[in-house]
């Protein structure tokens, strides 16, 4: 169900920016790169994109917490501790500038000459091998990376354990993690499909800001983030959910929904 519906949804989103608004600005984006040239053109696209994808979506989605809203809270006993937010913050940022300045260098260096040419938008039927491929990989990665930082109790106590001091966790901490967490379990799992396939920038670039809001809106506590509670559940208990969209787990047997989730889900059958 999940994944269905986030290989539709994010086609559907990739299409009409494809179609309607990368015709219009594809001019502008060339006179651009002959102006400041490519490096400084991808970096500025994909710093603006991050910013809106990270800081726009996580901080409306950090809202209902900081507003102490109840309706839709997956844990309701926990409240968020302001001052822990705001202790975490300067790691958030550092990830954030660090994760910034590895996908500029990753889509510079690894994807081909045609993916930045912007007047040739890529069809419906490239946009949808991309799109499932970028999920199914990014599941695959993110779900055997992250499964061997609990496993690994050296790389959980070194590494992964700062990012689980976040039990109940906001949408703002989802990149509140060891540098080298946010490098092999964050961006690397997001960048692996678009390199792999040698997407069009444009498109990438769509991908990361829907993919830096949908791990925001997984981290947000609340019945909104689009995956039942799965990855609060993980913070939780530690001992499931370690993928994207279920399957990988539904595979390995640690797939587990919050009990609020499945009570909602029973109701809905009667």
């Given at each position: ?10 086609l ?39 910013v ?66 912007w ?55 989802a ?18 499909g678009?390199?792999l ?61 919050p ?12």
């Amino acid at each position: 169900g999940h994944l269905a519906a986030s290989v539709m949804g994010l086609l559907l989103v990739e299409k009409l920016c494809m179609e309607l608004l990368l015709p219009t600005w594809a001019p502008a984006l060339e006179a651009l790169e002959a102006t400041v040239g490519r490096a400084r053109l991808v970096a500025s696209i994909a710093m603006l994109f991050s910013v809106v994808g990270f800081w726009g979506v996580g901080t409306l989605f950090a809202l209902p917490a900081l507003l102490r809203v109840e309706r839709g809270k997956i844990q309701i006993n926990h409240s968020l501790n302001i001052g822990a937010l705001l202790r975490a913050m300067p790691l958030v940022v550092v990830n954030f500038l660090l994760g910034t300045a590895t996908l500029i260098v990753a889509l510079l260096t690894s994807l081909p000459e045609q993916a930045f040419e912007w007047r040739a938008q890529p069809g419906t039927g490239r946009l949808a091998r991309d799109v499932v491929v970028w999920i199914l990989v990014a599941d695959v990665v993110f779900f055997y990376v992250h499964h061997w930082l609990h496993r690994n109790k050296t790389m959980y106590a070194m590494v992964h354990k700062l990012h689980h001091s976040w039990s109940a966790p906001v949408s703002l901490v989802a990149i509140y993690c060891h540098p080298l967490e946010h490098v092999l379990a964050n961006l690397a799992p997001m960048v692996a499909g678009p390199l792999l396939c040698g997407s069009h920038v444009a498109a990438v670039a769509v991908y990361i800001l829907l993919g830096l809001g949908q791990g925001a809106a997984a981290h947000s506590g609340y019945s909104f983030s689009g995956d039942d509670g799965a990855h609060d559940e993980h913070h939780a208990r530690l001992t499931v959910n370690f993928g994207i969209t279920g399957v990988m787990d539904a595979l390995h047997g640690t797939f587990r929904l919050p009990t609020s989730a499945v009570a909602i889900a029973a109701s809905k059958q009667l």
